[in-house]
């Protein structure tokens, strides 16, 4: 075998160039298309996923089962209670003793109960004339006892019972032909959602959660593979820079997330049904801006750690848990604790489900959109940004 | 000749560990030589290579590679070092073509040089029928050649070699030595850590490393001289070689006793005044070649051991000349890959039985079938009378399982591991603490059992297992590559060991890749590409690959003679 002449320098490797980071782009696209687990986490764990936030999960009530205990028997009393059988909200049964009613409670075969009481047309004839002299109204005569461990639930029955009882109430007035107590009816309409269909904004906030795994989690999972394996190694003994090596698994990782979210938008928009009213500029660039940070948080683990079990393990906790829990896709952010708002401010699923919904909901409402996509901005500069400050080419 | 890197009072400390990875070494590399980097796991070695690429900075001392910081004028650096990290650094998803183009593209071999270096490289290799297949199914020797070509694109003039002959079967290993020599002759330097000792044996320069100190730095032969006139061989019949070599051991003047052959080779101490050059010592015995690893024997002070307490703990198994483990065709496959194919094996009571092969020839495949942790896919299997296949759980009560890397709970401390263990196999109450206390003193385990076992160091890991496997006092021991990367100081006390076991009527069945351990065996089997291609007594193999050129072979020669005999 014959070397070359020994004597020729090769090109000083301090600058960035164009045929590495090249190199090592196409290395990285073709591991991703023969590594059987990038192609589950980028396509098929994404779909998976947004059937079940699609199906699987759904914040609406249909009928809540509601207890009923008629102590009374009197007319007034029958006929609110059929006024209540009749809610379409509301699928009441009927139950004869309280203590069979704290049961079916306690067992939740039941959401809550509805109790009318033995004095219950005594007192209500009572309010009647009481507000018909313009005295002072007698308290409520019928008792709502709902289960509070699902407080979201428990609303539900509160409302759908309280209108059923407005509606009797204003019902009874009007058929007796007696000037109606203040008709103070409350119309609910919903804005954007207008079916109120909590798919329409669990959907494009899944989305989310699944750019989060892609850009965090398989990130992290593929530079603690190269310690592991010490191509790693190979790699930094070479003539590579640290912004080759970097922007080579940002850039091909940046386009997987892209198509990922593409393709993620045309599932939930053409197979189930969500609207998606913005335009495709705002959503290509919130998109990216949020690809950027969760590829920030990914490569920020990789320098933290060099085995994928425990890379896997803090993508869980840092990127994966916050965008579920702290993102304002599940749980409302305005009713956290004033510290935990404060630590939702740096996770950056908090802006891109803001913006992801509005865009899906609302369309291209700029004001929201501008905001979102200064933070998003924020987070994809600071995640990048301590990235290449604490990357050493060193392996210390 | 200027050097081509020069080391001086080099120190690096990791924030973790007690000791220093290296401790004031210095060292000159010269080009044109193959420089080994020799010594246990742990000694360094890594690290050292590491600070020679510049991928690690040193806490005090310098090096100079052609004159330059390694770290500070890295770019300029990156270009002549050519670096093959420990499993040889190849994207195992990427075919053998497009790991060397990636290479190539990093280290700027483009054009018309590229389509040369390549067909060089891939003819040197003899890597060019396979340049569209995966790394990832090359075997371990083509592995190893690829890792290779990788490292010399660009032309490097020094080349780092991290552990490159790890597990490879040898006729790869003789070609690579072949290939290395060829590179050395142009003038490249050559820097090749090993940790089999007879391996270090051949380089032209020598780094002895042990625990971060430099043990000694020059040609190997210069060392071994010092035990010229102090190694001999003594012929022993084979019915109470492992007697005599016990009773041997334990005197003060020998510094190391081992069973090469039919013979047991002995080393004295050395002695001052003229004595030891004429010591006669013993009729019968004859002069033997010092060898490389009787100098780091010297050099560490002897073997420590003289009788092991383990016959003390162990019950007396009665010699029946029963066959204990048996296996009639026994196969196992994973997908379309068979990891051992028609395996045969008859090992009778008392004897020790090695399995000897490169990495990922089938040797702990069959190891885990024996053990009752991997059902066969055919074929039949028992041990101590039992079939695997029907009643592996009763089967494990009567065997000790040393796995490779040693299971042991890192979390858990010394005493925790032996009370688990020794629980798991059914000791309680009294019985319970004799055998741990037992252990204990056997193994000098009583300083270390608050430990974590993960903070031991490696020879007491080591202990820490084989202590593990024997406390039900099994009638099998299985012991899955149990002194790999061990210093031969511990090695030596670990075979002491196991010949105790075996005096006691344990049938021992061992796996390794180091070639002058398959001699301290009964019986060998030889495992190439899942078949066992050869068995019988070290010596019995040796003497098939007698030649006219090669009259006494090493268990090497025979290994490779037998491999291409068996035409696989």
Same mark, same amino acid.
Request: charged fraction near 20%; hydrophobic fraction near 45%; aromatic fraction near 8%.
């Given at each position: 075998m014959k070397q070359e002449p020994k004597h020729k320098v090769r090109k000083a490797a301090s600058v960035f160039s164009f045929r590495r980071f090249r190199a090592l782009c196409h290395k990285e696209t073709l591991q991703i298309i023969r590594d059987p687990t990038s192609i589950l986490i980028a396509f098929i764990l994404p779909v998976v996923m947004l059937f079940i936030y699609g199906y699987g999960i759904n914040l609406d009530t249909g009928r809540v089962r509601t207890g009923l205990l008629c102590e009374d028997t009197s007319p007034d009393a029958r006929q609110f209670a059929s006024s209540l059988t009749g809610s379409p909200s509301l699928h009441i049964i009927a139950y004869d003793s309280l203590p069979a009613i704290s049961e079916a409670l306690t067992r939740s075969q039941i959401r809550g109960f509805v109790i009318i009481p033995s004095d219950f047309s005594i007192k209500l004839r009572r309010a009647e004339s009481a507000l018909a002299a313009s005295a002072s109204v007698e308290p409520a005569p019928i008792q709502l006892i709902t289960d509070g461990s699902e407080p979201n639930t428990a609303n539900f029955v509160q409302g759908y019972v309280l209108g059923a009882w407005q509606n009797w109430l204003a019902q009874r007035a009007a058929s007796r032909g007696l000037a109606a107590p203040p008709a103070i009816s409350l119309e609910n309409t919903f804005w954007y959602n207008p079916a109120a269909e909590s798919r329409n904004y669990l959907i494009p906030g899944s989305i989310t959660i699944i750019m989060t795994v892609i850009g965090a989690l398989l990130t992290a999972l593929v530079i603690a593979r190269e310690w592991e394996r010490g191509t790693m190694e190979a790699l930094l003994s070479s003539p590579v820079t640290r912004a080759e090596l970097l922007l080579s698994k940002i850039i091909p990782y940046y386009f997987l997330g892209m198509i990922v979210l593409l393709l993620c938008i045309a599932v939930a928009h053409?197979?189930?049904?969500?609207?998606?009213?913005?335009?495709?500029?705002?959503?290509?660039?919130?998109?990216?801006?949020?690809?950027?940070?969760?590829?920030?948080?990914?490569?920020?683990?990789?320098?933290a750690t060099r085995n994928q079990f425990n890379s896997s393990q803090?993508?869980?906790?840092?990127?994966?848990?916050?965008?579920?829990?702290?993102?304002?896709?599940?749980?409302?952010?305005?009713?956290?604790?004033?510290?935990?708002?404060?630590?939702?401010?740096?996770?950056?699923?908090?802006?891109f489900v803001s913006a992801i919904q509005t865009l899906a909901q609302v369309g291209d409402a700029w004001p929201v959109l501008r905001r979102s996509l200064i933070f998003l901005a924020c987070?994809?500069?600071?995640?990048?940004?301590?990235?290449?400050?604490?990357?050493?080419?060193r392996l210390e | 000749m200027s050097p081509a890197v020069t080391i001086t009072d080099l120190t690096r400390l990791f924030p973790a560990a007690p000791k220093p990875a290296l401790d004031r070494v210095s060292a000159t590399i010269r080009?044109?030589?193959?420089?080994?980097?020799?010594?246990?796991?742990?000694?360094g070695k890594t690290t050292l290579m590491?600070?020679?690429?510049?991928?690690?900075?040193?806490?005090?001392?310098?090096?100079?590679?052609?004159?330059?910081?390694?770290?500070?004028?890295?770019?300029?650096?990156?270009?002549?070092?050519?670096?093959?990290?420990q499993k040889f650094g190849l994207y195992e998803d990427l075919t053998v073509i497009e790991n060397l183009t990636l290479h190539a593209d990093l280290r700027a071999v483009v054009g018309r040089e590229r389509d040369e270096t390549f067909a060089r490289l891939l003819k040197f290799t003899d890597l060019a029928h396979f340049t569209g297949r995966l790394a990832g199914k090359l075997s371990g020797g083509m592995k190893q050649k690829l890792g290779l070509a990788c490292a010399l694109l660009g032309a490097p003039r020094l080349?780092?070699?991290?552990?490159?002959?790890?597990?490879?079967?040898?006729?790869?290993?003789?070609?690579?030595?072949?290939?290395?020599?060829?590179?050395?002759?142009?003038?490249?330097?050559?820097?090749?850590?090993?940790?089999?000792?007879?391996?270090?044996?051949?380089?032209?320069?020598?780094?002895?490393?042990?625990?971060?100190?430099?043990?000694?730095?020059?040609?190997?032969?210069?060392?071994?001289?010092?035990?010229?006139?102090?190694?001999?061989?003594? @012929?022993? @019949?084979?019915?109470?070689?492992?007697?005599?070599?016990?009773?041997?051991?334990?005197?003060?003047e020998i510094l190391d006793a081992t069973i090469q052959a039919q013979n047991i080779r002995v080393l004295i101490?050395?002695?001052?005044?003229?004595?030891?050059?004429?010591?006669?010592?013993?009729?019968?015995?004859?002069?033997?070649?010092?060898?490389?690893?009787?100098?780091?024997?010297?050099?560490?002070?002897?073997?420590?051991?003289?009788?092991?307490?383990?016959?003390?703990?162990?019950?007396?198994?009665?010699?029946?000349?029963?066959?204990?483990?048996?296996?009639?065709?026994?196969?196992?496959?994973?997908?379309?890959?068979?990891a051992a194919d028609r395996i045969n094996l008859k090992i009778k009571r008392g004897e020790i039985y090695g399995l000897l092969g490169p990495n990922g020839a089938g040797k702990s495949t069959t190891f885990r079938m024996l053990c009752g942790l991997l059902t066969p896919t055919s074929g039949e299997a028992r041990a101590a009378g039992i079939d695997l296949r029907h009643s592996p759980a009763r089967a494990r009560q009567r065997i000790g399982y040393m796995a490779q890397k040693f299971s042991l709970y890192g979390q858990l401390t010394v005493a925790q591991n032996l009370a688990f263990f020794s629980g798991a196999y059914g000791l309680h109450g009294a019985g319970q603490r004799d055998a741990i206390d037992a252990v204990t003193n056997c193994f000098h385990l009583a300083q270390y059992h608050g430990i974590k076992a993960d903070a031991l160091p490696l020879g007491y890991k080591q202990r820490l297992a084989l202590a593990c496997a024997v406390m039900h006092s099994p009638h099998i021991l299985f012991?899955?590559?149990?002194?790999?990367?061990?210093?031969?100081?511990?090695?030596?006390?670990?075979?002491?060991?196991?010949?105790?076991?075996?005096?006691?009527?344990?049938?021992?069945?061992?796996?390794?890749?180091?070639?002058?351990?398959?001699?301290?065996c009964d019986r060998i089997g030889l495992i190439h590409r899942s078949k066992l291609i050869a068995a019988g007594a070290p010596e019995d193999l040796k003497s098939q690959a007698v030649t006219d050129e090669n009259r006494h072979p090493t268990m090497e020669d025979a290994f490779i003679t037998l491999i291409e005999r068996s035409g696989l």
């Open positions: 053409y197979l189930m049904g969500v609207p998606f009213r913005g335009s495709p500029f705002p959503i290509l660039a919130c998109g990216s801006l949020f690809l950027l940070s969760v590829l920030g948080i990914g490569l920020l683990i990789s320098t803090i993508a869980l906790f840092v990127a994966f848990l916050p965008a579920m829990m702290l993102s304002g896709f599940l749980f409302e952010i305005s009713s956290m604790p004033a510290p935990i708002r404060a630590v939702s401010t740096i996770i950056p699923a908090r802006y987070t994809s500069v600071l995640f990048l940004g301590l990235t290449a400050k604490l990357t050493r080419k | 080009t044109g030589r193959i420089t080994g980097l020799a010594g246990p796991d742990g000694a590491r600070l020679i690429a510049g991928l690690l900075k040193p806490d005090s001392g310098s090096i100079r590679v052609f004159g330059s910081d390694p770290v500070r004028d890295a770019a300029e650096l990156r270009g002549v070092i050519g670096y093959m990290p080349l780092l070699l991290d552990e490159p002959g790890v597990g490879v079967d040898p006729i790869s290993r003789r070609e690579l030595w072949r290939m290395v020599g060829d590179l050395a002759d142009e003038g490249i330097a050559i820097i090749w850590s090993t940790a089999y000792l007879d391996e270090a044996e051949r380089c032209d320069d020598i780094l002895l490393l042990n625990e971060g100190q430099p043990l000694y730095a020059g040609p190997p032969r210069d060392l071994t001289a010092r035990m010229n006139g102090r190694c001999f061989l003594l @012929p022993v @019949p084979a019915e109470n070689r492992r007697i005599r070599l016990a009773e041997l051991a334990s005197r003060p101490r050395a002695k001052t005044g003229s004595e030891s050059a004429h010591f006669k010592f013993e009729t019968g015995s004859a002069p033997a070649a010092p060898r490389f690893e009787d100098a780091f024997m010297d050099i560490l002070g002897g073997a420590k051991t003289g009788a092991s307490a383990l016959t003390h703990i162990l019950r007396d198994i009665p010699r029946d000349g029963a066959t204990v483990i048996e296996t009639r065709d026994l196969t196992r496959t994973f997908g379309d890959f068979t012991l899955d590559e149990p002194t790999s990367g061990i210093d031969p100081v511990t090695r030596r006390e670990f075979w002491t060991h196991i010949n105790a076991a075996v005096q006691r009527g344990v049938t021992v069945m061992v796996t390794t890749h180091f070639m002058d351990e398959a001699e301290y």
